[in-house]
């Protein structure tokens, strides 16, 4: 994973929690052409497995093309299926120690919140990034968990693990983070459900 400073695929895209069409894939592929991306994360909360393996197949395609890591959220498994990338994991999900088994040396992100205790935890598991969240309000997901620019100073004292920061981030608050040293912004909402302007519109605001 990259870590330096000058990182200009800071982005890490999350999906929008529905994919209904086709035209997504067309969408997808002109931002993953713009070279602003790491990372993509399949986060299909209420499909079945058949479709996030239908679904999950479709997007590695595009994201190989364009030299982005396919991720899927929660399940090593499907990961494995559709020959991901790695894989995120939370706190509820699959330990990371049995994730590694099935995955051996692909890409594993936590989940930490805003703790310090579970990033530390993640590091000694070997998780490949930390993620920290939310530090904005977000209509993505409910925000139980708030995290601030301290975490981040935190975290970079304690570790080199790539460090990910999540949760309401758009084209108004983003560089605070980048100042502050996180090292890819994970994105959903700003991109995908921005009433003023389209994906590949929103995603050229963020420079």
């Given at each position: 994973m990259r870590k330096n400073k000058k990182n200009k695929r800071f982005i890490y895209l999350i999906s929008p929690n529905k994919i209904k069409n086709e035209d997504f894939y067309n969408k997808l592929n002109q931002i993953l052409s713009s070279k602003k991306v790491s990372f993509f994360q399949l986060r299909l909360k209420k499909e079945t497995i058949k479709k996030k393996i239908h679904i999950g197949k479709k997007i590695k395609k595009i994201c190989k093309k364009?030299?982005?890591k396919f991720l899927v959220n929660d399940s090593p498994i499907i990961a494995k299926k559709v020959n991901a990338d790695g894989c995120h994991l939370?706190?509820?999900?699959?330990?990371?120690?049995?994730?590694?088994?099935?995955?051996?040396?692909?890409?594993?992100?936590?989940?930490?919140?805003?703790?310090?205790?579970?990033?530390?935890?993640?590091i000694a598991y070997g998780a490949n990034y930390l993620a920290f969240g939310a530090f904005y309000s977000s209509r993505t997901k409910k925000t139980r968990y708030k995290a601030n620019i301290k975490i981040l100073k935190l975290a970079k004292k304690l570790t080199n693990t790539?460090?990910?920061?999540?949760?309401?981030?758009?084209?108004?608050?983003?560089?605070?983070?980048?100042?502050?040293?996180?090292?890819?912004?994970?994105?959903?909402?700003?991109i995908w459900n921005?009433?003023?302007l389209n994906p590949k519109e929103a995603l050229n605001k963020l420079k």
């Open positions: 364009n030299n982005v939370g706190q509820k999900d699959m330990n990371i120690l049995k994730a590694r088994k099935i995955l051996k040396n692909k890409i594993i992100g936590i989940t930490c919140h805003n703790s310090i205790n579970l990033a530390k935890k993640a790539p460090i990910v920061a999540i949760g309401g981030i758009n084209q108004n608050n983003y560089k605070k983070l980048l100042l502050n040293k996180a090292n890819f912004l994970a994105i959903s909402g700003y921005n009433k003023k």
